[in-house]
């Protein structure tokens, strides 16, 4: 079964410093979601991508945040200078329709030092 | 803002035992999904919920969706100790261009 795949599954990185984490979504999919989930905590709405471009932010996506979908497959979420309370695990997610679920990646464990 | 709650957020139970999580959201939405989450791992997709009245069961699990009353359940029956995960609500927003999730259920079943 197609699987949305994410890389890098954990990353450590120094506060200040840029990270992009990256997601394959399935192929044939045409809506993209980030989700963060800070340790114990609830999922949470980072930003939609659809059309090639973004369709809806949270109020946690801020000037800091940017996505990309360079080519026909990945889609990878920048941060530009971290900050500790960035430290959650991201989700990548990608759904055919609206009338389907979302199907998540396995994550990506971030950590700011 | 759409809301959604979960309650209870901890239940511990017993094998064999029956049991029902409830989600309650605020919106007039009728897509509803509950997902599973086992301990550092990702979101399983259990069930998707898009009618008033709809009702789905898989194995132990049943979920069913009254948007009338802004409300979801997702019955447990004769619980087994592999059923213990966090149990996550979620309802489509309007635009259907996000997810809002509910805090989760932490479910232990003991033997």
């Known amino acids: 079964e197609p699987e949305v795949t994410q890389t890098p599954s954990h990353q450590v990185t120094q506060m200040g410093q840029e990270v992009i984490l990256r997601c394959v979504p399935i192929?044939?999919?045409?809506?993209f979601y980030w989700y963060r989930q800070i340790l114990g905590q609830k999922v949470e709405f980072l930003v939609s991508?659809?059309?090639?471009?973004?369709?809806?932010k949270s109020e946690i996506f801020d000037d800091q945040f940017s996505v990309e979908r360079p080519d026909g497959s990945n889609f990878t979420l920048k941060i530009r200078s971290t900050k500790l309370e960035d430290s959650a695990m991201y989700f990548c997610?990608?759904?055919?329709?609206?009338?389907?679920?979302?199907?998540f990646g396995d994550g990506t464990r971030l950590s700011i030092l | 803002e759409l809301k959604v709650e979960q309650n209870p957020l901890f239940l511990s139970m017993q094998e064999g035992k029956n049991y029902t999580i409830y989600c309650n959201y605020s919106?007039?939405?009728?897509?509803l999904y509950w997902y599973r989450q086992d301990p550092g791992k990702s979101l399983e997709s259990l069930f998707v919920?898009?009618?008033?009245?709809a009702v789905k069961q898989e194995g132990r699990l049943m979920a069913s969706l009254d948007t009338k009353a802004r409300l979801s359940t997702l019955h447990i029956t004769a619980a087994v100790h592999d059923l213990s995960a966090t149990y996550f609500c979620?309802?489509?927003?309007?635009?259907?261009?996000?997810?809002?999730f509910g805090k989760g259920t932490l479910l232990t079943v003991n033997p």
């Open positions: 997610a990608s759904r055919r329709t609206v009338n389907q679920p979302q199907h």
């Open positions: 192929s044939n999919h045409l809506y």
């Open positions: 991508f659809y059309n090639n471009e973004i369709s809806e």
């Open positions: 919106t007039t939405s009728d897509r």
């Open positions: 919920l898009l009618s008033n009245g």
């Open positions: 979620a309802v489509d927003d309007d635009s259907n261009y996000k997810l809002t």
